[in-house]
C-alpha cells in the first residue's frame, strides 16, 4: 500500500524539507505541507527544556489547529567541551549561521582535538489526530573542526567532523548525509509507523 494522506512538517527549513522527503522515499505519495502553507498560524515559542519536549510542542500545535498528521523535529548540536551547549538553543545561538560556526569555534579555541568531541542529536515527534504521537531519537557522534570546511548542509555541518574521520558533514554529498545523519536515523526508525499512520489516516 501507498501512503497517500497529506502530512504537515512543522518547519519553513527548505533543506530541511527537502531531506525529510527524500528520507521518506518512494512509499509516500501524499502532499508534503510545511508552516508557510498556514501564514495565519504564528509560529510556536519553543519553550522546552529537552529535544523532544519542542518536537513535540510543535508538533502538538499544527496537528490541533491543522487537523494534518504533523511531523516535528528538534535537533542541535552538543559538545562535550562546553557543558552540552549549544543543545537546545543551537539554533539561537547568534544571530546568523555564520556568527553562531565563528562563536562555536572561538568558545572551543583552547580545546584540544580529543576533546573536541560533539554530537547532532534529533527527536522526532508525530502527532495524530485524536491525541496520539509517535516519537524516535537519533544522534551522529563526532568532533568539532577547527576551521569551516565544505559547502554542502546546513548549520554547523561545515564544522562538524564526522565519526573519527577529517571529512565534515558539508563535504559529504546529500545522499550520504541523508543515510547517516542523526534525522536519518530517528526517521529510519519512525519511517515504518509513520508511513502506516499516512495509509491509516
Same mark, same amino acid.
Given at each position: ?80 567541551? *562546553?557543558? #552540552? ?5 543551537? %539554533?539561537?545561538?547568534?544571530? &546568523? @549561521?555564520?556568527?553562531? !560556526? +565563528? ?57 562538524? *567532523?564526522? #565519526? ?5 558533514? %558539508?563535504?559529504?554529498?546529500? &545522499? @550520504?548525509?541523508?543515510? !547517516? +545523519? ?20
Amino acid at each position: 500500500m501507498t501512503a497517500v494522506n497529506d502530512l504537515l512538517l512543522a518547519t519553513n527549513n527548505s533543506k530541511k524539507i527537502q531531506e525529510i522527503r527524500q528520507i521518506l522515499g518512494i512509499g509516500f505519495a501524499g502532499r508534503i505541507l510545511c508552516a508557510a502553507d498556514f501564514p495565519e498560524l504564528p509560529e510556536p515559542e519553543e519553550t522546552g527544556t529537552t529535544f523532544l519536549e519542542n518536537a513535540r510542542l510543535k508538533a502538538d500545535y499544527y496537528c490541533s489547529r491543522t487537523g494534518l498528521i504533523s511531523l516535528a523535529d528538534d535537533s542541535g548540536l552538543v559538545v562535550d567541551a *562546553l557543558g #552540552g551547549r549549544p543543545g537546545v538553543y543551537s %539554533a539561537r545561538y547568534a544571530e &546568523t @549561521e555564520a556568527l553562531r !560556526i +565563528s562563536k562555536l569555534i572561538s568558545e572551543l579555541d583552547d580545546v584540544p582535538p580529543p576533546l573536541r568531541t560533539a554530537r547532532f542529536e534529533c527527536a522526532l515527534c508525530v502527532a495524530l489526530p485524536g491525541g496520539k504521537y509517535i516519537e524516535q531519537t537519533g544522534t551522529l557522534e563526532g568532533r568539532i573542526a577547527h576551521f569551516p570546511k565544505g559547502s554542502h548542509g546546513f548549520g554547523y555541518d561545515p564544522v562538524f *567532523l564526522v #565519526g573519527d574521520t577529517e571529512s565534515t558533514l %558539508a563535504e559529504l554529498p546529500a &545522499t @550520504e548525509k541523508n543515510s !547517516i +545523519s542523526h534525522r536519518a536515523v530517528a526517521m529510519k526508525k519512525i519511517q515504518a509507523d509513520l508511513l502506516n499512520a499516512l495509509i491509516v489516516g
